[in-house]
């Protein structure tokens, strides 16, 4: 069960990569204010440096600014099903930070494991257990994942210091 639920997560993981690589530019959601929702239970605020994604805080360093057109809110999962997830982007110059977040209101996730081809290890960031990968996405860049409340949640950026500022 434990390898089915590693193997639905690292599905899942290649699926919002692919849907981050193939979304149009020129889509977007249009809200008013500095908090979104949608009627399937996407939530994101983002203010004064501080983004709540589907009830997790995640702090956005200065200089960074919000690609609206790559915010994700409560897509289903193509790879786990009931499962969904939010993601948003930050840009400063070529530098990028995408905070995602993988629920279900069906189940838990309940854990993660490094991949057995050793992409990825146990890593405690910020004093967070999770998996660290060196370069998950082909960019150079590492990506971090942990468990709160539930859900998976991932952040990819420049650094690992970036990573830390992001999820302290």
């Given at each position: ?10 599905l899942l993981?290649i ?9 149009d530019d ?10 979104s929702?949608?009627s ?13 994604l589907q009830?997790?805080i ?7 600014e919000?690609n609206?057109?790559a915010?994700v ?13 939010s993601?948003c982007?930050?840009v400063?110059?070529?530098k ?10 069906v189940?838990n996730?309940?854990s993660?494991?490094?991949k057995d ?7 405690n960031?910020?004093?967070i257990?999770?998996i660290y990968y ?11 994942q ?23």
């Amino acid at each position: 069960m434990k390898k089915i639920l590693i193997l639905g997560v690292a599905l899942l993981a290649i699926c919002v990569s692919l849907s981050a690589v193939s979304a149009d530019d020129g889509w977007s959601f249009d809200f008013s204010s500095s908090e979104s929702s949608n009627s399937d239970g996407g939530q994101m605020s983002f203010n004064n440096g501080e983004l709540k994604l589907q009830d997790i805080i995640f702090t956005i360093p200065k200089g960074y600014e919000e690609n609206e057109s790559a915010q994700v809110l409560a897509a289903n999962a193509t790879d786990v099903e009931d499962a969904k997830y939010s993601s948003c982007t930050f840009v400063n110059g070529t530098k990028e930070i995408v905070a995602t977040v993988f629920f279900s209101d069906v189940f838990n996730f309940n854990s993660l494991e490094p991949k057995d081809d050793g992409s990825s290890v146990q890593k405690n960031m910020s004093g967070i257990s999770g998996i660290y990968y060196a370069d998950k996405y082909g960019d150079g860049n590492p990506t971090f994942q942990f468990i709160k409340d539930g859900k998976i949640v991932e952040v990819k950026a420049p650094d690992d210091a970036t990573i830390e500022e992001v999820i302290k």
